[in-house]
Nanobody, 125 residues
Framework: QVQLVESGGGLVQVGDSLRLSCAAS????????MAWFRQAPGKDREFVAS????????YNTNSVKGRFTISRDNAKNTVYLQMNSLKPEDTAVYYC??????????????????WGQGTQVTVSS
């Protein structure tokens, strides 16, 4: 059974940093793209960042460029999201996603086949 488990969320102040982790189990994703999405209260889930199977290609949505960094450790079957200079508008539930076999991911939710349960990030002003 494939599972993606996010951790690292919490309540922080404006300008603080957090590092989210997503540990996968049940199969290896070393040949697959992975990504982070988020969903703020009352809003649709939106793309945050993606990373190719090797980690050589990453893509961030404009609102987090220069502040968030996605990375992965295939030996640990884990993807990370380093979030710096957090803003109140970053408040959301953050979800990890993984593609079944696609080596390079997209920005659409339909590009991904497996999802975690989410971790709450709250940025207080």
């Amino acid at each position: 059974q494939v599972q993606l488990v996010e951790s690292g969320g919490g309540l922080v102040q404006v300008g603080d940093s957090l590092r989210l982790s997503c540990a996968a189990s049940g199969r290896s994703f070393s040949n697959s793209a992975m990504a982070w999405f988020r969903q703020a209260p009352g809003k649709d889930r939106e793309f945050v960042a993606s990373i190719s199977w090797s980690g050589s290609t990453t893509y961030n949505t404009n609102s987090v460029k220069g502040r968030f960094t996605i990375s992965r450790d295939n030996a640990k079957n884990t993807v990370y999201l380093q979030m710096n200079s957090l803003k109140p508008e970053d408040t959301a539930v953050y979800y990890c996603a993984a593609a079944r076999s696609t080596p390079r991911g997209g920005v659409s939710q339909s590009s991904y086949d497996y999802w975690g349960q989410g971790t709450q990030v709250t940025v207080s002003s």
